[in-house]
């Protein structure tokens, strides 16, 4: 399988890379493909870690507009709505925990909430990605520099 890609793609380090975007593959996926070319760990590491790190980018900022134009779509709408009620709930539960604990200032919410994605993103199994991780920053309402630092670290844990 991996001389197939390779050779779909032409070239050993953009198939990595590319395969490192791939939702459900992304980071740890790569590293496996990766070292099934032959390259060593701390290489495959680093191109693995790249790519699916710049995955965050386009998800933060197209997540939600995603979401609004399938929306429109009648037969899908269902399912997007379904997706962005269990963020928003998550969301929600959350802030409720850390009132219900007492008034904490908005600093430390906001680093509660880096620490949550944070220590998903670490956690190295399927579905706890960058994709993910990122979808979870954008229904806590975290700003996009508010975001990089814990799913970068988290990405880098998780390899």
């Given at each position: 399988?991996?001389?197939?890609?390779?050779?779909?793609?032409?070239?050993?380090?953009?198939?990595?890379?590319?395969?490192?975007?791939?939702?459900?593959?992304?980071?740890?996926?790569?590293?496996?493909?990766?070292?099934?070319?032959?390259?060593?760990?701390?290489?495959?590491?680093?191109?693995?870690?790249?790519?699916?790190?710049?995955?965050?980018?386009?998800?933060?900022?197209?997540?939600?507009?995603?979401?609004?134009?399938?929306?429109?779509?009648?037969?899908?709408?269902?399912?997007?709505?379904?997706?962005?009620?269990?963020?928003?709930?998550?969301?929600?539960?959350?802030?409720?925990?850390?009132?219900?604990?007492?008034?904490?200032?908005?600093?430390?919410?906001?680093?509660?909430?880096?620490?949550?994605?944070?220590?998903?993103?670490?956690?190295?199994?399927?579905?706890?990605?960058?994709?993910?991780?990122?979808?979870?920053?954008?229904?806590?309402?975290?700003?996009f520099k508010e975001s990089v630092l814990p799913i970068a670290l988290g990405n880098l844990v998780a390899g």
């Amino acid at each position: 399988m991996t001389e197939f890609i390779s050779n779909m793609i032409g070239n050993d380090f953009f198939a990595t890379l590319i395969m490192s975007l791939v939702p459900l593959i992304e980071l740890k996926g790569s590293i496996v493909f990766a070292r099934g070319i032959g390259y060593g760990f701390f290489k495959a590491l680093g191109i693995s870690y790249i790519g699916s790190t710049f995955a965050f980018i386009p998800v933060f900022f197209l997540l939600i507009p995603i979401l609004k134009l399938i929306k429109k779509i009648k037969p899908i709408r269902i399912v997007a709505d379904k997706i962005e009620g269990y963020f928003d709930k998550k969301a929600k539960d959350t802030l409720e925990k850390q009132e219900q604990d007492g008034k904490k200032s908005k600093h430390s919410q906001t680093f509660l909430k880096q620490m949550g994605v944070f220590i998903f993103v670490a956690i190295p199994l399927p579905m706890t990605g960058v994709w993910t991780g990122t979808a979870i920053a954008v229904f806590l309402n975290l700003k996009f520099k508010e975001s990089v630092l814990p799913i970068a670290l988290g990405n880098l844990v998780a390899g």
